[in-house]
Structures are given as C-alpha cells and as structure tokens.
DNA sequence: GCCGTTTTCGGCCCGACTGTTTTCAGTCG
C-alpha cells in the first residue's frame, strides 16, 4: 500500500469518527497524521522496512505508528473497518456536499437512514427532511442544488485555469477606487498545481464599495454568501471566488491568513500561543492590543523571529523549522532559467519552425534552447525516423550559422519501448547534444514492470533527462505507476536528470518528487515541452512546482550557463 | 491521539457567515 493509499484511510476514519461524535482532537490526530504521510517522499512502507522510526514524523506517536505498520504489514486496518462496521462507509461523501457536517450527517443517519448522497436525494423528494431540526427550506434547497450539480465537474481546475479567470476578476477590482491593494492568495498564491476556489484579499477603507465591486463582477453566476467584509461568489466557469474585505492596516495578516496553508497557519498559531500573543486575520495581538510593526508578512514572521517564507514553501513541510535554522533554501526564479530543454516544432506535433522557436527563445533573455521532437514510434504526433532526424540535425547546423546570441541544441524526444529499448539506435543517439526520454505507450504496466523499463532506458549511455517522468495529466489521466525513489536513485548512479514539465495539465516531478529528487542530490530540468511559441511562457509553472518542491537555481540544468550545461550533459 | 524551553497532564487556531433560533450551533476556510 502506498502513501497516498494509506493517507486516504485515516481521513476516512477521520470523517467517520467526527460523524460518531469523536473527541475532535482524536479526530484531528487522525487528518494530521494523514496529512503527514500524504506529505512523504519516501513510500511509509520502505521506511518500515529500513527500520525507520515513525514516531520521528511530526503528529505521529506511539499508537499511530504502530498502526501504520499494520496496515503496511498486514494490508488491514482494524479500527477503520470496526469503525466501517459500525457506520456505512459511503457517509464519507456526503461530507462533500456544503451544509452538510458531522452533526448534521449523523442526524440523517440515525434519524432517517441516509447514508448516501442518492438516498439524501430521494429522502428531499419525500418531504421527509423538514420534520429534521437544523434542517430549514434554505438549507434543504442548498443541498438540493448541489445534489443536482454533484454529477457535473466540481473538481479542483487546474493553476493555469485558475489563472486566467483569476487575473481577469483581480483586474476589475483593482479598477474600483475603494480598492488599495488586492491580491489572489490562497493555493494559487502557493502555486499549487490545482486550485479549489479563489481567496482574494482587498485592502480598503470602504469595505461596503469593494464588496459591492466584487458582486457586480459580470462572471459572477450566483452569490453564495455576502456579509460586510465577506462574500463568497460562484463564476459562471463553475469556480468558486470568496472575498475577504481588511482595513489596510490588516493586510499583511489577512494576506498571511489567506494564503495558508491551513496546516501552516495553525502552527504559526501555535508559536504565537507559546509567546503570550495571538495571530488572526487582523494582526498580532497581545492580550486584545494589536502590535505595532505586523504591517506586511515579512514583519510580522519577524516578530516571531523568522524570515520571509516564501508562500510556495507553506505547506507546514519544515518550512517553519527551516525558517528558524536559517536554512530556508533560495527558491528558483523565472528570472533564472537560462534556457529551455523540452521543445517541439513543427517536424513532429509543434506548430513553428526552429527558426522561430530560436527567435522566440531569445526574445525570452534565453541563452539556448533545444529542439526535442517526437521520433518515430510515437506516429499520431509524426514522429521523425533516423533519416528525418538527421536531415533536422543538418538545419540546425545550418541554422546555428546564421542565427546569432543563442545556442540552438540538438536533441530529440525519444520513446522509451515497451522493453525499455530507446527509439532511436545508438550512431543517431551519439549524434545529439543530449536525449530527452519518455513514455508514451503502456500506461497501465504493474509497477515493478513499469519501473525495471525506465531503468533500463536509463543504463543507455545517450539517456540524459527522464521526461514527465509519470505520465499524469491532471484530471485527465492519472500517473501511471511507477517507483520514483528507485528511479531517482538509479538517476543519482548514472548522472541522469528528471524534467519538471511545466504544461499545466502535466506538472510532474510532483511538489514532493522534486523535493525528494533535490535531498538524493538529482539535478533537474524544468522544461516547457512547448509546442508553439507561445508555449514557452508555460515556464513559470514549472518554476512554481519546482519551488513548492524547494528547488534552488543550484538545483536547475537549465539555470547553468551552456558551457556548464554541456558538462552535466555529458555522460561518461 | 499528539505533544512538551509553561513537559507526563491539559492543552490542542480562530473568526465570519448562515440559518434557524430567539441567543447560538453548525459549518467553513
């Protein structure tokens, strides 16, 4: 059983156990340690076997440790399936549906035998619910509404979504004169690769104006919620916008608070407890009187002596007791990317010449760029056969003659077989500045079978940087099932590299692979895998995943000067 | 159920909004 299999147990029993009318710091225990393990690089069940001691992991003591090992030992987990005995387990995704808590849930179940969604919708159908008390005609008709919307998509979009109906809505508030400042924080801030709604903050002194501002925004499908300082909005995309109004003076917290993680702001609570003071939303308090000097972010983790921390880093990862060391690391930059190692043209499956690619890559301050198409086995995106690739070989030497201040490379992005062979023989191979690799076919192999065939792509000499190096997209195709610690590993041994893909469906090396490729010491590329111009802007998605994944400008092929590039390129 | 420079017990983040209530519980972020 894997993390994420394992973190998915505890928040279930979490849920049930808060439907039971558990202790509800039990209950927290139970989503914390969830969280934590979720949150590993490392599979639970390897640190197990190592001998690791779980108990060292933050939120897991004696009890959930031995737990843990249960399940990973036994493939059981006892007190969820006691729990499950006692409770139908699909109560879990009525908690989805907003209106609906712990309490309430409970009283559906005891009182009329509700335990799923479907029979919520036929106990409303009845009439059944309003003889419940707490169960009014708006609540019913809330929930009524989500139940007929539950069958469309209300997943979390993706970042790059999230952007662009994000922006747009920033803009026209920014317009509005009660508005002094604004800013999207929350996962977006952080940079998450999906987004659940949009937390936006406005500074203003005329809170009624910017609120009103904010109804009025012609996307605006429904008003969910609206007080004085706080309203919450549905677009018409189906996202979820909430608004958080704070005098001026406030911003600064309110900006901390709004940007989370909830996980990362609970333990800066904890430090301010421990100091006699309060955080919330409005500042640091101490005793009710606000503290001078809480202003910005910045002053106001100084006054609990640390530095700025970046919001990319709060996830409540280390962050904090990184912060306290002094050994946050120095995030990468967009303005640090030297170059772009993912590129196709139009040969294959891109649509602009290399001419253009190259000129587009110079215009973005680039000092190389390479040209990556797909080869021949992959033949929906043409794909180029030996012969085609060298007569491209032969452009780019022409090209590198006429094109002057950028460095144009040669590579290609080459299928890895089903066998774990690569696509292109080996005189081809040795022919360019370096091979970008991938999967393209056989998703659903087991995972030891998946990852023995990346392994032996990499014992190819010519194999240099292992490309979206799981195959997810995002809310499309989950990631096909692969042991990236032993992946990274093997890439260590052979100075191999893994690329962040920065289209914002791929995004992989995950957050927390990048972090993990970053302490095995595994240098990685963060690459657009554009197919236009255009698409080179995708670069600072992958600069905002590698960040959440800690990754420095040290850590970066493509933040290496060429001369320095062309040697981690080499391989002996 | 976890945790500890207020340490082995007694804490555990905190405020806004809704709806149903008639002073507040439940939910949410």
Excluded at 132 to 159: C, E, M, N, S, Y
């Amino acid at each position: 059983m894997h993390n994420s299999e394992i973190a998915e147990e505890f928040y279930r029993l979490a849920e049930l156990l808060e439907i039971e009318g558990a202790n509800s710091f039990r209950v927290r225990a139970y989503r914390n340690a969830a969280r934590t393990i979720e949150n590993l690089g490392e599979d639970v069940a390897r640190m197990l076997a190592r001998g690791a001691d779980l108990t060292d992991l933050p939120g897991i003591g004696k009890d959930l440790a031995g737990k843990i090992s249960k399940i990973v030992n036994t493939g059981h987990f006892e007190l969820l399936e006691e729990v499950e005995h006692r409770l139908p387990a699909s109560l879990v995704e009525l908690s989805t549906i907003p209106g609906l808590g712990p309490k309430r849930i409970k009283c559906l179940h005891e009182e009329l035998g509700i335990n799923s969604p479907a029979q919520l919708a036929e106990a409303i159908a009845a009439g059944k619910l309003e003889e419940l008390p707490g169960f009014g005609g708006r609540l019913i008709a809330k929930i009524t509404q989500t139940l007929d919307r539950h069958k469309k998509d209300q997943r979390r979009v993706r970042l790059a979504a999230a952007e662009s109906l994000g922006e747009d809505l920033l803009a026209f508030l920014k317009h509005a004169g009660a508005v002094r400042q604004a800013e999207i924080a929350g996962s977006y801030r952080r940079r998450r690769d999906t987004v659940g709604d949009l937390d936006i903050v406005v500074a203003s002194d005329w809170p009624a104006e910017a609120m009103a501002r904010f109804i009025a925004y012609p996307k605006v499908a429904e008003v969910v919620a609206e007080g004085p300082t706080r309203a919450t909005v549905l677009l018409r995309s189906g996202l979820q916008a909430d608004l958080r109004v704070v005098e001026p003076a406030s911003y600064g917290a309110a900006l901390l608070y709004f940007t989370g993680s909830k996980a990362h702001n609970i333990a800066l609570r904890g430090m301010a407890a421990k100091r006699g003071l309060k955080l919330n939303e409005y500042g640091v308090f101490r005793k009710r009187r606000p503290l001078p000097g809480a202003a910005t972010e910045a002053e106001i983790y100084s006054l609990f002596d640390l530095p700025y921390i970046e919001p990319e880093l709060r996830e409540d990862r280390g962050e904090i007791e990184a912060a306290r060391a002094r050994r946050l690391p120095k995030l990468v930059t967009l303005d640090d990317i030297r170059g772009d190692l993912h590129v196709h043209t139009e040969a294959s499956d891109g649509r602009d010449t290399i001419a253009e690619i190259a000129a587009a890559a110079k215009a973005r301050g680039y000092a190389y760029v390479a040209i990556t198409d797909h080869t021949h086995h992959l033949t929906v995106a043409n794909g180029l056969d030996p012969a085609r690739l060298k007569r491209q070989l032969g452009e780019i030497d022409r090209l590198r003659e006429s094109v002057h201040g950028i460095h144009i490379l040669k590579s290609a992005e080459i299928d890895i077989l089903d066998d774990g062979r690569l696509d292109l023989p080996d005189d081809v191979l040795k022919e360019l500045d370096f091979a970008v690799c991938a999967i393209h076919s056989q998703f659903d192999l087991p995972r030891d079978k998946q990852t023995a065939r990346i392994l032996r792509a990499m014992e190819n000499p010519y194999f240099t940087i292992l490309a979206h190096p799981t195959g997810r997209l995002i809310n499309a195709r989950d990631a096909y099932d692969v042991d990236i610690e032993q992946i990274l590993r093997a890439a260590k041994a052979r100075g191999c590299y893994l690329e962040i893909n920065a289209q914002p469906e791929r995004l992989d090396l995950t957050d927390i692979h990048a972090r993990l490729a970053k302490e095995m010491g595994v240098k990685v590329a963060i690459s657009t895998d554009a197919h236009s111009t255009a698409g080179l802007d995708y670069m600072r998605y992958g600069v905002g995943q590698a960040r959440r994944g800690w990754i420095e400008a040290k850590d970066v092929l493509n933040c290496r000067p060429w001369t320095d590039l062309k040697r981690l390129l080499a391989r002996s």
